[in-house]
């Protein structure tokens, strides 16, 4: 199994001096579905940042399927889909537009993205709601347009920041299925999440950062039975008490 | 340049010629009201009480400078409030994540803006219609005297735009530094009727040349030499490219 992400000695000190990540380092396999975890505030969603281009790393080295970030971030940035935490879309534009101008900044043509987009919106239960301005989406709506926006290029990496928060039950149960979908056709997710249920279910490893570095990582069960967790929960509960 | 580059170009121009046409009550229609009501003030009403400026009557005299006041003002209105929106909701960051290179964003962004200054500028010129005959002197001075303007003013717009924080921040250049320079770039009257001292301290103002050019595309007035105004004006644009591609590419205000 090849390397889709390599994480050496990443570093993140902020303008104002704060360091979000201090020497950062892991890896995560080809067609892996990687926990990221951490508190608010942890350096997860920095981390993401740096690799999406958003956020300019202060030291160490990222690449992506062997691709150096800092010699070819376009390149790196191609391969990458990012779903944020925030909703970053216009309000004023059409769900389809949206997913289809998004597929042009990766330099697809729009008669190849529209059938592309018109795919995903069906999958995610958008394809009713395609002429509806973003605004009058719910919030669950909302989630699942950023998923379809960042798959329109149809990415290898998938990076899914918090991807169910603030959703209902049944739909974090339907978009589990779909990342499990999505992973099993090939796409390596790093997913960060507070849902600790959600990380146990569908990931196999780990990265449970603190503070800006790393406090442990490895395989999730295991883990568990080296510190004798019933469950994630404990395990995260138990790595964020120590001092 | 790649097929990919294009591809991003056309779909950030696509995007903009859609929200200029979208919300054409708001881009549109104002300059073409505002500018109507000039042609009937001063140009029907005043304008023919006063004798001709430059061999032309008042009102042939004015067409010019106010189709370009209002390319200069929505070229650069449609580039800045467009960039800063996006930038406030964030969604700036669907072009920043993506391998779109910074040229090609700015150049998206720029044709966005011509676009909207030249369909103002062009409906403006439709209006003067009825007020004055319609005559292009020199066409190719009258279309590169007008896309220079709007590809200059979108420039200063993505400037603008980069450096605004906050709503109020997107208004200040074009209430205190736009409406002024405008104005007294020679819209409603002749550089030439300007005492020496003034005349020369107008000279410093880049939207002097770029009407007096319009205006010799327009009605062969002219009160600089128009290949030097033409110079002027591309060096101009070069160096407000220069300048926000400058800083797009170091990610200022962007990327933290």
């Known amino acids: ?17 704060t360091k979000a990540l201090k020497g950062v380092s892991f890896n995560v396999e080809e067609g892996e ?13 920095t981390l993401i940042g740096i690799l999406t281009g958003l956020v300019k790393k202060t030291g160490g080295t990222a690449t992506v399927f062997g691709i ?89 990496l998938l990076l899914l920041d918090e991807p169910s928060a603030g959703v209902d039950v049944e739909l974090r149960r339907e978009m589990w299925l779909f990342v499990q979908k999505l992973n099993a056709e090939g796409t390596t997710i790093i997913l960060t999440t507070h849902y600790l249920e959600e990380a146990e279910r569908l990931c196999k490893n780990v990265v449970l950062i603190k503070e800006g570095v790393i406090a442990e990582q490895g395989n999730i069960k295991e883990l568990m039975a080296k510190t004798g967790a019933q469950s994630l929960e404990d395990f995260y509960l138990s790595v964020n008490k120590r001092v | 340049m790649t097929r990919a580059d294009i591809v991003g170009i056309q779909t950030i121009t696509r995007k903009e010629t859609h929200r200029i046409f979208r919300i054409w009550i708001q881009t549109i229609l104002p300059s ?149 320079l405008t104005y007294l770039g020679g819209v409603f009257y002749s550089i030439t009727l300007l005492p020496p001292f003034w005349r020369t301290v107008s000279y410093a103002n880049p939207i002097v040349y770029m009407i007096d050019g319009f205006r010799y595309g327009f009605s062969d007035i002219s009160s600089a030499p128009v290949l030097t105004n033409a110079i002027i004006l591309l060096l101009v644009a070069a160096v407000a490219i220069a300048i926000d591609l400058h800083l797009l590419k170091k990610g200022f205000g962007l990327r933290s």
Not at chain 1, 1 to 17: H, P, Q, R
Not at chain 1, 34 to 42: E, I, K, T, Y
């Open chain 1, 1 to 17: 199994m090849s390397i889709a992400l390599s994480i050496n000695n990443l570093e993140k000190t902020y303008a104002t001096g």
């Open chain 2, 32 to 180: 073409v009201m505002t500018q109507t009501l000039y042609f009937i003030i001063f140009g029907g009403l005043i304008g023919s009480r006063l004798g001709n400026v430059g061999g032309t009557s008042y009102i042939a005299f004015l067409v010019p400078g106010l189709v370009m006041m209002s390319a200069i003002t929505n070229s650069f209105s449609n580039v800045v409030s467009s960039f800063f929106g996006a930038k406030f909701q964030k969604s700036i960051e669907e072009i920043l994540v993506s391998p779109m290179k910074p040229w090609a964003m700015l150049t998206g962004y720029l044709s966005g803006g011509v676009v909207r200054g030249v369909v103002v500028g062009f409906a403006v010129f439709l209006v003067s219609a009825f007020f004055t005959p319609m005559h292009i002197a020199h066409p190719f001075s009258f279309f590169y005297f007008l896309l220079i303007t709007c590809v200059i003013f979108s420039a200063f717009g993505f400037f603008n735009g980069m450096f605004a924080k906050k709503f109020d921040d997107v208004g200040l250049i074009p209430t205190f530094v736009l409406t002024p």
């Open chain 1, 68 to 156: 150096d970030l800092d010699k070819e971030p376009e390149k790196v940035r191609s391969m990458i889909g990012v779903v944020p935490q925030e909703f970053n879309f216009s309000i004023w534009e059409k769900v389809i537009d949206i997913v289809v101008d998004a597929a042009g900044y990766y330099g697809i043509p729009k008669k190849i993205a529209t059938p592309r987009a018109e795919q995903i919106l069906k999958e995610l239960g958008l394809w009713e709601k395609r002429n509806a301005t973003s605004r009058t989406l719910s919030g669950g709506m909302k989630r699942r347009l950023l998923i379809a926006r960042a798959l329109v290029h149809q990415p290898k």
């Open chain 1, 33 to 45: 579905l990687f926990a990221l975890l951490g508190a608010n505030g942890a350096g997860k969603t």
